[in-house]
């Protein structure tokens, strides 16, 4: 059973309707356990893989995520494509709630998190200037306007750390640096997604304005979970445009994206790292 993509489902999406033949597949990674058992099943006529980013009945932070378990679990299934769903709130006018933003930039505001899977004596130094893959954008934009969804293709996602939301003066500040969107998980997984040669696309899902809104304080949590309920119904038909629509992997240059990355003499990699990083390096060592 071949699976070529896979999907992230994050805040209000803990599983995906419209799979057929579904299993969970539990994956033991060199770096402990991911977020969920792998829900592997069929999307019009397509195998892909499901993980429910925070577990289900959303009991993971983002600060807690084990990022490097997730992604290699999904490289583990053999998987070239992910689709990443994510809540976020907006930072600027245009983008209103249940409206979806692809972006194609990060900015880092983390702090402590591990966001590669080198080190241990193995030095890898990936390019990152466009970290989502452009052409599987492209293809989930066009899913959106299938799906009638108002979506922008491009921007900016701010990844901050959490859990606590913003500021009112973090939040001024990141909307005068031209910030879009603000969320607190997927910047890692864009990196390791590259590092593991896997293609990689946000579907930001707008819940609410962050608070630098004057109308911010007047949302209820009850208003914001409607959001998430609707953008997950949304989701839902995106993907499966989506998986639809794709071509066979292999039509971009991410699944190369170490080809010229690797810098330490590969004679001198310790053999347990190679060990870890075999189903990723692999081919770069034989």
Not at 37 to 54: E, M, Q
Not at 173 to 189: A, F, K, P
Not at 201 to 221: I, L, N
Request: with cysteine.
């Amino acid at each position: 059973m071949k699976i070529d993509t896979g999907i992230i489902g994050g805040s209000g999406l803990y599983s995906m309707p419209g799979f057929e033949q579904t299993e969970e597949v539990v994956i033991t990674t060199p770096y402990g356990s991911p977020s969920d058992p792998y829900v592997v099943g069929t999307i019009g006529g397509k195998t892909v893989a499901f993980l429910a980013r925070h577990g289900k009945g959303h009991r993971i932070t983002p600060s807690e995520l084990n990022f490097r378990a997730n992604i290699w679990g999904f490289k583990k299934l053999g998987v070239e494509r992910i689709i990443s769903l994510s809540a976020v709130g907006s930072l600027k006018a245009e983008h209103a709630p249940e409206h979806f933003v692809l972006p194609d930039q990060f900015f880092d505001r983390t702090s402590g998190r591990v966001s590669t899977f080198f080190g241990e004596g193995l030095v890898a130094h990936i390019g990152f200037s466009e970290p989502t893959c452009h052409h599987l954008m492209g293809v989930v934009h066009g899913a959106c306007q299938q799906a009638g969804v108002v979506s922008k293709l491009g921007g900016t996602y701010l990844c901050m750390e959490g859990p606590a939301f913003s500021t009112k003066a973090e939040s001024n500040v990141y909307r005068s640096w031209g910030m879009d969107i603000i969320g607190m998980t997927n910047l890692q997984e864009a990196k390791l997604a590259r590092e593991a040669e896997i293609c990689y696309a946000t579907v930001a899902m707008v819940t609410d304005y962050d608070c630098w809104h004057p109308d911010h304080d007047a949302v209820t949590v009850d208003q914001i979970i409607a959001t998430l309920v609707k953008n997950a119904s949304n989701a839902a038909t995106v993907v499966r445009l989506a998986v639809e629509a794709l071509p066979a992997p292999g039509v971009c240059s991410c699944n190369q994206a170490l080809k010229n990355a690797i810098i330490t003499d590969k004679k001198t990699v310790p053999a347990e790292t190679l060990n870890k990083l075999e189903i990723i390096v692999g081919k770069y060592f034989r």
